[in-house]
């Protein structure tokens, strides 16, 4: 009857609203870099930094953490690892939402672009993160929340599109194929 066509605009109205993916756009003006080499995943001391300091360093750019190691700052004292490199200009993308697959492929694809001109870029990252009570996980274990609920991947593209793959999940998670 008319209640339940006076719900059903109700939930598409509301349901739209809801899976539209939230946007954010910020720059972070004189941000510290690590330097990196696409051929070099271990790093070489004052030649380039690791996958492990690169992903430590870009959880701490996601949560806003300083990079300046205050021994005054109660939160953290991180610094960013060596070597570094100093750019005047790093842009940050946020989008919050359901995203399917072919949207993350589109995604890449478009950042790609981003190594055309100007070459300004040595390198670019895309984080993944599924929801952290997410039910599901890879393959077909359900997702052990337990502590952080950690369940993300990150790509790291080079400017010769050479790429890493870096994956992370809970300790009592499968790990990803």
């Known amino acids: 009857g008319a209640?339940?066509?006076t719900?059903?605009?109700y939930f598409s109205k509301n349901q739209i609203q809801a899976l539209k993916p939230k946007i954010t756009f910020s720059t972070l003006r004189d941000l510290q870099c690590p330097v990196l080499q696409s051929n070099d995943l271990q790093g070489k001391p004052e030649e380039s930094c690791s996958t492990e300091e690169l992903f430590e360093w870009l959880g701490a750019v996601?949560?806003?953490v300083s990079l300046d190691n205050k021994s005054s700052s109660f939160l953290s004292t991180y610094c960013c690892p060596e070597p570094n490199t100093v750019v005047e200009k790093a842009f940050l993308c946020t989008i919050t939402g359901f995203i399917i697959p072919e949207k993350i492929i589109q995604l890449l694809e478009q950042l790609c672009c981003y190594f055309g001109e100007p070459k300004l870029a040595y390198w670019l990252t895309l984080t993944v993160h599924g929801f952290a009570?997410?039910?599901v996980s890879w393959r077909e274990s359900e997702h052990g929340f337990h502590k952080g609920g950690e369940n993300l991947y990150n790509f790291v593209i080079f400017r010769n599109l050479d790429y890493w793959l870096q994956m992370a999940v809970g300790a009592h998670d499968d790990c990803p194929p």
């Open 62 to 64: 996601l949560n806003r």
């Open 3 to 5: 209640e339940g066509s």
């Open 133 to 135: 009570d997410s039910p």
């Open 7 to 9: 719900l059903m605009s």
